[in-house]
């Protein structure tokens, strides 16, 4: 804000197309009979994507029934030494958010299983999560991120691999081709609501 450029300009006036040209979506939440109590939830991050503080981005995103229910999309507040400890501290956060819309849920009389699946590209961040044995490898994460080995251990949680292909909380952290936009998009319920009955 202090010293816009021209680049500044043309990613302002890009945002302002998409949302111009997009004004007919949205996500229809349909009430169905016998709803199942599966809550999707998809997290990933992009290492060192802020180019002035080395700051990485964090993105998840929940899917309840017939579309997203919350998503977030922000930098993280550490500086990450490598891109597990990146996707280590986004699962840590999406863990918590997790729990609160699983208690949520359940306060509402949605019966929500036990063990939350978190889906996450990265499988290091995964056989962490599993294995305190790798000790060597995760020194450096924070200690405060670590009572997510607790809340697997526990079977509260559990860390799940997912193709970067299926990867939706992508939308929320990195630049992607137009297919690729289009088809995570779609994954999380957008529909055109003109058309909806």
């Keep these: 804000m202090a010293r816009p450029t021209e680049v500044h300009m043309q990613i302002a006036k890009r945002a302002l197309r998409y949302v111009k040209g997009t004004t007919q979506l949205g996500i229809y939440y349909q009430r169905t009979a016998g709803m199942k109590g599966e809550l ?9 994507g802020d180019l002035d503080y080395r ?8 899917i309840f029934s017939s579309g997203a229910v919350a998503w977030s999309s922000k930098k993280q507040p550490i500086v990450t030494l490598s891109t597990i400890e990146a996707e280590f501290v986004v699962a ?11 208690r949520v849920l359940e ?13 996450c590209d990265n499988s290091s961040t995964i056989k962490i999560s599993k294995n305190p044995i790798m000790h060597g490898k995760s020194k450096h994460i924070d ?3 670590h009572f997510l080995r607790d809340l697997s251990k526990e079977g509260r949680i559990e860390l799940q691999h997912c193709g970067t292909s299926d990867q939706v909380a992508d939308i929320m952290t990195k630049h992607l081709k137009l297919e690729a936009f289009l088809k995570l998009r779609t994954m999380l319920e957008m529909k055109n ?3 909806v009955n």
Excluded: P
Aim: glycine content about 6%; aromatic content about 18%; some cysteine.
């Design 40 to 48: 999707l939830t998809y997290t990933d991050s992009n290492y060192a």
């Design 55 to 62: 700051r990485s981005t964090s993105g998840y995103a929940f």
């Design 92 to 102: 840590a956060f999406c863990t918590c958010q997790a729990l609160w819309m699983k």
């Design 107 to 119: 306060d509402l009389g949605y019966n929500i299983l036990n063990c939350i699946g978190i889906k």
């Design 143 to 145: 200690v405060r991120f």
């Design 193 to 195: 609501i003109t058309k």
